[in-house]
């Protein structure tokens, strides 16, 4: 069995009818709609962190290995 956290959340009125009506056109109990929504959420929110950090990766790549270059490296290999 999985690990289950109880939290409490206060959502105003509008919120609530909407989260309502959802569980109800899904067939879904709110509980589930809501872990739904966080999961899906999530992968969005972790997928722009991955990108981000890639995108820094890159930047900071300059074509060197220790002190040498990649041309000098291949430079001498052909030798």
Known sequence: M???VRK?????AEVASYL???AKDT??????????I???R????KAKKRLKALK?????FDGTIGDKSIQMIKA???V
Not at 8 to 12: G, L, P, T, Y
Not at 27 to 36: E, F
């Open 8 to 12: 409490n959340f206060v959502f105003d």
């Open 42 to 45: 999530y992968k969005i929110v």
């Open 56 to 60: 820094q990766m890159d930047a900071s």
């Open 27 to 36: 067939k879904k109990s709110m509980t589930a709609l809501v872990q739904d």
């Open 20 to 22: 309502e009506e959802l």
């Open 2 to 4: 999985q690990n289950v």
């Open 76 to 78: 001498d290999k052909d």
């Open 38 to 40: 966080i999961r899906d």
